[in-house]
C-alpha cells in the first residue's frame, strides 16, 4: 500500500508542479497568456472527446447524451445569469481573459479525470506492478501539462497566482483520492460515474469550445490555433499510450 501511495504521490507533485511553473513569474505577458490558453483548450477538448464522451456512453447508454446537455446548459445558464461572462477588450482589468466560472468548471472536470487517472494507477500496481509502472508513466506524461493547462486558465481568469498554485494542488489531491479510494472500494457504482463523467464532459465543452477556443480566434496571430492542435495532440498522445498500456 505505501508504494501505491508513493507513486500516486509523484503524480500528484507533477501536477502541482504545472501550476507552480505559472505561479513563479508574477506577469505574463498577453501573447503567453493566448499560447497557454491555446494549449489548454486543445488538451480540454482532447479530454472531452477521446475520454469523457465515450466512458459516459458505456456508464449510461443514450441517457449520456442528456446529462452532457444538462452540463453544457448549466454552464451556459451561470455564465450568463449568476456571472457575467468577460472577454478580450471587455474586461475590468486587462488580464482577464476568461470568466471565472468557466475557470472553475475546468478545475471540476480536470480533477474528475485526475481522480480516475489515481484509480487507474493504483489497480494497476495492485493487480500487476510491472504492468502498474507503465500506466503510471503513461499518467505522469500528462500530468504536467494538466497543471500548466489549469494553472494557466487561473491566472487568465483573473485569480491571484496561488490560486493557481492551489488549483494544480487541487488536480493532484484528485488523483491521491483515485489512488485511496481502490482500497476502500472493490468497485465503484457505474451510474454514478458515468453521471459525473457525462456532466463533466457537457461543462468541460462548454469550457473549451465557448469559452477558449473564442479567445483564441479573438488573436492576430496565426500561431495560438496551432497550438490548439499541439494541446490536443499532447493529450492524445498520452492516452493513446495509456491505452496500449492497460490492453
Known amino acids: 500500500m505505501f508504494t501505491v501511495l508513493l507513486f500516486g504521490v509523484a503524480a500528484a507533485l507533477a501536477e502541482l508542479m504545472g501550476g507552480v511553473i505559472i505561479a513563479l513569474r508574477p506577469v505574463w505577458p498577453r501573447r503567453t497568456q493566448e ?6 483548450a486543445g488538451f480540454i ?31 451556459h445558464f451561470f455564465e450568463h445569469t449568476v456571472v457575467k461572462h468577460l472577454h478580450f477588450g471587455e474586461e475590468t482589468h486587462s488580464e482577464v481573459m ?49 497543471g500548466l493547462t489549469i494553472g494557466s486558465v487561473m491566472v487568465a481568469a483573473g485569480f491571484p497566482r496561488q490560486r493557481a498554485v492551489l488549483a494544480a494542488a487541487g488536480l493532484g489531491l484528485a488523483t491521491l483520492l483515485g489512488v485511496g479510494s481502490v482500497f476502500v472500494f472493490a468497485a465503484v457504482v457505474p451510474h454514478v460515474v458515468g453521471f459525473a463523467f457525462a456532466f463533466s464532459a457537457g461543462a468541460a465543452t462548454y469550457v473549451g469550445a465557448s469559452d477558449l477556443i473564442p479567445e483564441v480566434n479573438r488573436t492576430d496571430s496565426r500561431i495560438p490555433p496551432i497550438i490548439v492542435l499541439l494541446g490536443m495532440l499532447i493529450f492524445y498522445g498520452s492516452d493513446l499510450l495509456f491505452e496500449s498500456l492497460v490492453r
Not at 35 to 40: H, K, M, Q, T, Y
Not at 125 to 140: N, P
Open 98 to 146: 476568461v470568466s471565472r466560472t468557466a475557470s472553475l468548471s475546468a478545475v471540476v472536470g480536470l480533477s474528475i479525470h485526475g481522480f480516475f487517472d489515481g484509480v487507474s494507477i493504483s489497480a494497476g500496481l495492485q493487480f500487476d506492478f510491472y504492468l502498474g509502472l507503465l500506466i503510471f508513466i503513461a499518467v505522469l506524461l500528462h500530468k504536467l501539462p494538466e
Open 45 to 75: 477538448l482532447a479530454l472531452v472527446f477521446l475520454e469523457l464522451i465515450p466512458e459516459s456512453i458505456e456508464a449510461l447508454g443514450e441517457a449520456a447524451a442528456v446529462v452532457m446537455l444538462l452540463g453544457f446548459a448549466a454552464m
Open 35 to 40: 499560447f497557454l490558453i491555446a494549449i489548454g
